[in-house]
């Protein structure tokens, strides 16, 4: 127990690291047992459900920022560890108008290449649509200010356990997908033709995420190229759907 406390005293960092894939691969495979099986949900499940990946997602990253016990930004990491930037001296305008325009070429090149390969897997489908879980659009807002906080937390982690922003950016990247082999939900999906297509998605843009930040170091410019990307296949896949329903009906 001495060297456990003396291990974390001197790496609390990687306690929290491990701490947070630990509590995902144990809730989404606890969600996994209770959805399964043929068990009456108590009322407010969803709402519970909820408010669990609101503390996962944000809660976990602001107590490493300096949250209870700790003073405000006083913790194991800083707000630019994780590219949380303002106006400064640091980020003059013209910073702020260099990572936009490095943010947006990105994204305009990551659109393009993962359209190409829409593309090229709905050709593959033999007609089968590929499409997206229905959600509103203010819900992958959520979900993409969630995934994008999540992550900058294991890479600002990363970058400062190791020192090295390169490692942070790339091994929190392999966190995020090690984290995400934990759940059953995520293994599920890739055989399951409604949700395969948002799997893809979502793994795609946790690369794009990486390498946005690996450019501007900036959080707000990830999230807006991963709200753009997230948004506009969101309406292909809406897309897609509508123009599914004439050959179905011709079909039969």
């Not at 995902?24 to 909820?50: C, E, K």
Request: aromatic share 16%; with cysteine; charged share 15%.
């Amino acid at each position: 127990m001495d060297r456990l406390e003396q291990a974390y005293v001197a790496s609390p960092l990687l306690f929290w690291l491990l701490a947070s894939v630990l509590a995902y691969g144990v809730g989404t495979n606890l969600f996994w047992q209770v959805r399964s099986r043929d068990v009456r949900l108590v009322p407010g499940f969803d709402l519970l459900v909820q408010a669990a990946r609101f503390l996962f997602y944000l809660g976990v990253p602001y107590l490493a920022l300096g949250g209870w016990p700790r003073d405000s930004f006083q913790g194991l990491l800083s707000l630019k560890d994780m590219g949380f930037v303002g106006l400064s001296f640091d980020w003059p305008v013209t910073r702020w108008l260099e990572a936009v325009a490095l943010g947006l070429g990105l994204g305009l090149a990551a659109l393009i290449l993962l359209v190409i390969a829409w593309r090229y897997a709905v050709r593959g489908s033999e007609g089968v649509p590929l499409v997206f879980a229905p959600q509103p659009w203010w819900a992958l807002l959520v979900d993409g200010l969630y995934y994008g906080v999540h992550w900058a937390f294991y890479r600002g982690a990363i970058a400062v356990l190791r020192d090295d922003v390169y490692a942070g950016v790339f091994l929190g990247l392999a966190l995020v997908y090690l984290e995400w082999s934990l759940s059953p939900i995520w293994r599920q999906g890739w055989r399951t033709s409604s949700r395969a297509a948002g799997q893809w998605l979502r793994a795609a843009l946790a690369l794009v995420a990486a390498l946005s930040f690996l450019l501007t170091r900036n959080l707000w410019v990830c999230l807006g190229v991963h709200w753009g990307l997230e948004l506009t296949f969101w309406y292909l896949g809406r897309a897609g759907t509508r123009s599914a329903e004439p050959r179905d009906s011709q079909a039969l």
